[in-house]
């Protein structure tokens, strides 16, 4: 028997936002600690130490977060997901039908256990419509919303109930023969070589329907962790996937210094855009709190996604990214790091505003024919 871990959200919110300082990746952090509690669950011998057992995962979740995360084209999320992965874009059809499973008894524990680990606005509207059998307008009289905000969440609702599903409880899923499908389980190796080293190939996860894709290399771990349907959904390999979301992030890195807001990738909503230059890894990053999507791209995958890269990364399958060191442009503090090719002694440099992270120039080799 799992403990039930929801009435613990508060307290971890008011715990995470006390370490890290922010209510909105607080609410992240501590909606995956419960996540990883659920998982390893039997790893709790005395329930007594509940509190203890908590509040160590979520402490060792955010000092990851201050220390060590690698926030590279990353899509995440604030609630639904024990990865940090968001819910983004135009989703493909449900794997199961919530109208149909919610009616088989079998299914019912299970999906209740999921459902607690939903946010309570989330888990609210899904009772609602698929336990009580509420009418869409009765609901949204109840809930003091109009129909069409009650759609919207309802939709969100359940695709946050089926990435809980497929994230937390795979092999139960696939024991009622409900899978996710693909290599959605397990690392596959890739022939991509891992840009930063060059000295390994990456290995990687791409299910297409749910528009997830993940790379990492034995050495520098995840280099990205994205759910986002709209771009994978039809994706034709890992090298496609990694193309588009390079494209993607190269786009927002632009973007974002002419623009203070963003549009969110999940449901629309102008957002701030938030630029960290004093951070050993500068980063450009959203977080929206009403559908919980966000990213926290970091300037190496920024330099990834230039034009420029991307196609000296093609002529040079194996290269690996060059140490930083600080210069000064016209009387400014700049960065200048680069790429080095591994079977030849080809490299090209980039060079940006250390305070901006604007773009200055790109040099070497093969810029002239990149430019």
Request: aromatic residues 6%.
């Amino acid at each position: 028997h799992q403990p039930d871990l929801s009435s613990e959200r508060e307290r971890l919110v008011r715990f995470c936002h006390h370490l890290i300082g922010d209510g909105s990746v607080a609410e992240d952090l501590a909606q995956e600690a419960l996540l990883r509690a659920w998982q390893h669950a039997d790893q709790l011998r005395d329930p007594a130490s509940r509190d203890g057992w908590l509040t160590a995962i979520a402490r060792n979740l955010c000092r990851h977060w201050l220390r060590e995360r690698r926030p590279v084209g990353v899509p995440m999320s604030g609630g639904e997901a024990d990865d940090g992965i968001g819910l983004a874009g135009a989703e493909p059809a449900d794997e199961f039908d919530l109208e149909v499973e919610l009616d088989r008894q079998d299914l019912a524990a299970l999906l209740d256990q999921a459902m607690a680990l939903l946010p309570v606005e989330t888990r609210q509207i899904l009772v609602e419509r698929f336990v009580r059998e509420t009418p869409l307008a009765e609901a949204a009289r109840r809930l003091g919303l109009s129909e069409g905000a009650v759609a919207m969440r309802l939709q969100r609702g359940k695709l946050a109930l089926r990435r809980v599903l497929v994230t937390v409880y795979p092999e139960e899923l696939a024991s009622h023969g409900i899978g996710v499908g693909e290599e959605g389980k397990e690392w596959r190796p890739t022939r991509i070589w891992c840009p930063l080293c060059g000295r390994h190939r990456l290995e990687g996860i791409l299910v297409r329907r749910l528009g997830l894709f993940r790379l990492r290399c034995p050495d520098h771990g995840r280099l990205n962790d994205s759910l986002m349907a709209s771009l994978f959904n039809d994706a034709p390999g890992y090298r496609g996937a990694l193309t588009r979301l390079l494209i993607w992030s190269d786009r927002l890195y632009k973007y974002s210094f002419d623009h203070s807001t963003v549009a969110c990738h999940g449901c629309g909503r102008r957002l701030s855009l938030q630029k960290d230059v004093d951070r050993p890894e500068p980063l450009v990053s959203y977080y929206c709190s009403r559908c919980r999507s966000g990213t926290w791209n970091g300037q190496k995958f920024h330099l990834l996604g230039l034009p420029e890269v991307r196609q000296f990364w093609r002529d040079h399958p194996r290269m690996r990214l060059l140490p930083h060191r600080e210069v000064e442009v016209e009387g400014c503090p700049a960065i200048v790091t680069g790429f080095a090719s591994v079977t030849s002694a080809d490299r090209l440099e980039v060079i940006y505003a250390r305070d901006s992270l604007r773009l200055l120039g790109i040099h070497g080799s093969r810029a002239g024919r990149c430019a």
